[in-house]
């Protein structure tokens, strides 16, 4: 079999690569007026794409070289590792809570809220330079190994055009961007690897040829406690304690949750991130076995662990399918790098930026198109809307604004409280609760006048 690229494998590639860059200009075309909806979607996502996000942000193209060289070389004790991600389920029950009613934007600004500031600027750092140093490092690495083996690219072209496209759209459309393309990449991901798994067991001869092929050793969960790498102690008690940090407090993985609609949207993604979380075990590690089994029998020719996957596919796919796989690659990649990209930015906005420059974190942007508008009640209308986006006041303001709605106008005390003779474009945080009371007494004068406000308005 003809073991290099062909035109439909690279057609298929380029296939795949036109309808992510569809839904990330779509995505663009929505307008994004607020620090809440680049960096949270506008709180407004629903489970399923929370979930696959989740799902996609975890699973990169270390996971996929990483996972299936592990099973090449010692076999399926690595999924102790992978099973953990039940953990995944506390951050929804326990956690998300929490979170969302302190409308928090990140894990360091939460931690400031319970500790105090050192504990955000500690944490910020931490992340920030993790970030840096495993999981974009590791992943362009993983990345290479893909790029030579499989596709034929050299590692400097491929990863520079990769990491520039997955910047440009990260950068340009927000989480909401991040969310909607990873969505896709999750369903490319999982069927792509579930093919590498079926051919694998069809050319070994099915799994009880793989069984006595790879030897009881190579899909033993359990390997002795003096086992060098992968003793079954620390594979069991180890993990957890990594995973509860993973899975319930890393910026990488709950800034996801933190863009639901609500929490039971946010605890459906985390419960269907947990049951997409099986899907690794059967789909990268299996397949590592199937490598081994092959090059036992002579069928494969593995110069090292790493390349199992990308060889197997390589080797063993028909001319298309070939191509569909090598998109479920470069899905993996691109959706760590995003998560990644995504993660920094809000740590670093949020975080860094905001505290060394206290004047920029005091602003809450208005429309432009109303900032233009006087001294009128639709000017305050403008002024009270705004206040409830703001995300540290919403949840106070929507029930509040509900109750205003219903009164009657209060008496006006004066032009010295009255709003200022413009609507500025900028509100700044330490201004908030005065201009929250000249926005309510003009939304309750305009009501009296039997004026439409904010009924129709999504709050």
Not at 58 to 77: F, P
Not at 221 to 248: K, N, T
Not at 280 to 288: A, H, K, R, S
Request: glycine share 10%; net charge positive; proline share 5%.
């Amino acid at each position: 079999m003809d073991n290099t690229f062909q035109t439909l494998d690279w057609l298929v590639v380029g296939g795949y690569f036109a309808v992510l860059l569809g839904i990330a200009w779509w995505v663009l075309k929505q307008k994004q007026e607020t620090t809440t909806d680049y960096f949270l979607a506008g709180r407004h996502v629903g489970w399923f794409v929370i979930g696959a996000s989740i799902f996609a942000s975890n699973i990169g193209s270390e996971h996929i070289v990483g996972l299936a060289g592990t099973g090449a070389k010692t076999g399926v004790s690595m999924g102790l590792y992978e099973l953990h991600s039940w953990l995944a389920l506390l951050l929804g029950w326990v956690f998300i809570p929490f979170y969302l009613r302190s409308r928090v934007f990140t894990m360091p600004e939460f931690l400031e809220k319970r500790y105090g500031p050192s504990a955000r600027w500690f944490l910020s750092v931490i992340m920030l330079v993790g970030y840096v140093l495993t999981k974009v490092s590791v992943t362009v690495y993983a990345g290479a190994v893909v790029f030579q083996v499989l596709m034929g690219i050299d590692f400097w072209t491929g990863a520079l055009v990769v990491v520039s496209l997955t910047g440009i759209y990260t950068i340009l459309g927000g989480l909401r961007a991040v969310l909607y393309t990873e969505t896709l990449q999750m369903v490319v991901l999982i069927a792509g690897s579930a093919i590498v798994t079926v051919l694998g067991l069809d050319a070994i001869g099915g799994w009880d040829n793989l069984v006595a092929t790879a030897g009881s050793d190579h899909l033993n969960l359990f390997l002795p406690a003096d086992h060098p790498e992968f003793p079954w102690p620390g594979m069991v008690f180890a993990p957890p304690i990594v995973g509860l940090w993973y899975w319930c407090t890393d910026q990488y993985i709950v800034q996801r949750a933190l863009a639901g609609r609500d929490e039971t949207q946010a605890r459906r993604g985390t419960i269907w991130a947990a049951y997409l979380k099986l899907f690794p075990f059967f789909i990268f590690l299996i397949p590592g076995v199937i490598a081994f089994a092959l090059a036992r029998t002579g069928q494969l020719q593995l110069e090292s662990a790493d390349q199992a996957f990308p060889v197997m596919v390589k080797t063993l796919l028909p001319v298309g399918l070939r191509g569909l796989v090598a998109g479920g690659l470069l899905a993996a990649l691109m959706s760590s790098l995003a998560a990644v990209f995504n993660s920094c930015s809000t740590l670093f906005t949020m975080d860094v930026y905001k505290k060394l420059r206290p004047e920029a974190s005091g602003a809450v942007p208005l429309p432009a198109e109303r900032a233009g508008l006087h001294r009128s009640a639709n000017c305050r209308r403008v002024l009270f809307r705004a206040l409830l986006e703001a995300p540290q006041h919403r949840g106070r303001h929507e029930r509040h604004g509900r109750g205003i709605r219903d009164r009657h106008a209060p008496p006006d005390r004066g032009a010295e409280q009255r709003p200022p003779q413009r609507c500025p474009l900028l509100v700044r945080r330490r201004e908030l609760p005065v201009l929250r009371r000249h926005a309510a007494r003009g939304v309750c004068r305009a009501a009296s006048r039997r004026q439409p406000l904010l009924r129709r308005t999504s709050l």
